[in-house]
């Protein structure tokens, strides 16, 4: 499975030496829940096998190592997570780990560009400002995904 790797790598649930704290942005939602999660060297939420929350962690966690620009409708991918080529390649595979991950963010992120917009734009640009990010081509998405694509 694409993501059991993550388990191993919790490379996007610490933050390295010498660069600044990690605030996670949260849905207007997720505030009220959560307060705040803050990753200043370790998530305070990360076990030894990986996020302790589940199906509530944030969305930004969720969603990542994708990242969606509102601005301009497109998905980005962290390009220092090292399933990128392997999210790329399967991408277009009916059922994979990475078409189901596109599929339920996109979901969400149709849900949010109505009810919550401007945490869509403040997670943007954190993720421009903390990480390199590479556009998801399109050929990569299925027709069906393209179509829900440009209705974003
Ligand atoms: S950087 Fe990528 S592989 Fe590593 S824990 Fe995060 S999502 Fe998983
Ligand atoms: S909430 Fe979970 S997925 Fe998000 S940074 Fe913390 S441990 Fe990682």
Known sequence: MLFDHCAQCQRCCNVDAGFPPL??????????KLGSVC???????LGPKGCTMGE???FGCTLYPLSYNPNNKSFYFDTDCP?????FDS???????ANQHLSKVNEIIV??????PT???TNHEVDVSYFDLKRVPAVH???????KKSKL
């Open 56 to 58: 509530n962690k944030p």
């Open 111 to 116: 849900q949010l560009e109505k009810t919550d």
């Open 91 to 97: 991408l277009s595979i009916k059922d994979s780990d």
């Open 141 to 147: 998405f299925t027709p069906k995904q393209k179509i």
């Open 119 to 121: 945490f869509l734009q």
């Open 23 to 32: 605030e996670i942005t949260l849905t207007a939602k997720e505030q009220k």
């Open 39 to 45: 990753i200043e060297t370790s998530c305070t939420h």
């Open 83 to 87: 399933l990128m080529d392997d999210y």
